[in-house]
T-cell receptor, first 113, second 112 residues
Framework: EAQVTQNPRYLITVTGKKLTVTCSQN?????MSWYRQDPGLGLRQIYY???????DKGDVPEGYKVSRKEKRNFPLILESPSPNQTSLYFCASSLSRRENTIYFGEGSWLTVV | KQEVTQIPAALSVPEGENLVLNCSFT??????LQWFRQDPGKGLTSLLL?????REQTSGRLNASLDKSSGRSTLYIAASQPGDSATYLC???????????FGKGTRLHILP
């Protein structure tokens, strides 16, 4: 089954404790991206990657890192999480840069206390 | 900077009615526009994708139109059902840098 898988789905952590949210897709997609969704602000793009070893900043990259060492994986790293990073995070992928439908993961609820 | 606006923010209609959701964008230099559905606490499901060269796309009871020059798209839902209750979001993919910008969505409630 074609899917985008994120882990963990739910996490409560403390300020400053490094964490990684993993994202994996099984569709051989080139384009992958991370979003955060906040009430009143909607979905905002954090980082995106158009292929292996190619990553670019979205609209809200501060406080986040990503890597794309393999085509299927695109982890989101919070080196020193802060409470303002409490949010619902989505990973997404599409076959190519522009042409195709975007597929979303189920979301990761992150709370930083 | 591209801005995507969806009006209204929320909408309630009786079951069986046809309805239209609106999406507008400020910069017409887009590659495509996509409509999504999101159920509470869930991920987004793609409904329709319209390339910039296209005027509309249809899938079942859904029809999406795109007028790039005026910066507008509409999602038409025919014969609405309670199962259509969800938040509907539109998103544009920009030409120059492949960023994807989302609207804040329209929360739709179909009354049985």
């Amino acid at each position: 089954e074609a899917q985008v898988t994120q882990n963990p789905r739910y996490l409560i952590t403390v300020t400053g404790k490094k964490l990684t949210v993993t994202c994996s897709q099984n569709m051989n997609h080139e384009y992958m991206s991370w979003y955060r969704q906040d009430p009143g602000l909607g979905l905002r793009q954090i980082y995106y990657s158009m292929n292996v070893e190619v990553t670019d900043k979205g609209d809200v990259p501060e406080g986040y890192k990503v890597s794309r060492k393999e085509k299927r994986n695109f982890p989101l790293i919070l080196e020193s999480p802060s409470p303002n990073q409490t949010s619902l995070y989505f990973c997404a992928s599409s076959l190519s840069r522009r042409e195709n439908t975007i597929y979303f993961g189920e979301g990761s609820w992150l709370t930083v206390v | 900077k591209q801005e995507v606006t969806q009006i209204p923010a929320a909408l309630s209609v009786p079951e069986g009615e046809n309805l239209v959701l609106n999406c507008s964008f400020t910069d017409s230099a887009i590659y495509n526009l996509q409509w999504f559905r999101q159920d509470p606490g869930k991920g987004l499901t793609s409904l329709l994708l319209i390339q910039s060269s296209q005027r509309e796309q249809t899938s079942g009871r859904l029809n999406a139109s795109l007028d790039k020059s005026s910066g507008r798209s509409t999602l038409y839902i025919a014969a609405s059902q309670p199962g259509d209750s969800a938040t509907y979001l539109c998103a544009v993919r920009e030409n120059r840098d492949d960023k994807i910008i989302f609207g804040k969505g329209t929360r739709l409630h179909i009354l049985p």
